[in-house]
């Protein structure tokens, strides 16, 4: 997991109302909504910080600011315990901002649910109807052979159809 660092590409940052927003703004995986949230209320943050390629959680107590990306977390201490679910999730160390760790979301893991698109939901009696069935295309047509204008009997170049060649 490489973190880029620094400024948002074009050198400035936003403040964000909520976390809600913040997801949004990144497009975040809906499937991670709720996983980033129990993470945030757990660690205890107080604002978030659009910094371009992730959101930056600030802590209520002085510590390191947490990065959420679209598919990590990052920023925890080695001997912190983040409980999610009641179930203390596994920190793997983070090589592009040492000494911190991160936590994969569930999105990422191995049979994780697929998001589904936002809309009406589909019913047995709403189904689009069918389309009508494909109709047979034509055979293309075939280029005409082609035409044999002669040869020239002095460079023995074919001959254009205005009958000259290269030579005359």
Not at 51 to 66: C, D, S
Not at 70 to 90: H, K, S, W
Request: charged share 20%.
């Amino acid at each position: 997991m490489n973190e880029v660092q620094g400024p948002t590409p074009t050198g400035n940052s936003r403040p964000y109302r909520n976390l809600a927003e913040a997801l949004r703004a990144h497009r975040i995986d809906p499937v991670n909504h709720d996983f980033i949230g129990a993470v945030v209320d757990a660690v205890g943050i107080s604002s978030f910080i659009d910094r371009g390629r992730y959101i930056e959680a600030i802590r209520r107590v002085p510590g390191t600011a947490l990065h959420i990306g679209r598919t990590y977390t990052n920023g925890f201490a080695e001997d912190e315990q983040i409980v999610v679910g009641g179930r203390i999730l596994p920190l793997l160390p983070s090589e592009g901002r040492a000494p911190y760790f991160y936590v994969t979301h569930p999105s990422e893991l191995p049979g994780a649910p697929i998001a589904k698109r936002p809309g009406t939901p589909r019913t047995a009696g709403t189904r689009a109807p069918a389309k009508p069935a494909a109709q047979p295309r034509a055979p293309k047509a075939t280029p005409l052979q082609d035409r044999d204008y002669g040869v020239c009997e002095v460079c023995f170049m074919v001959k254009t159809p205005s009958g000259g060649c290269a030579c005359t």
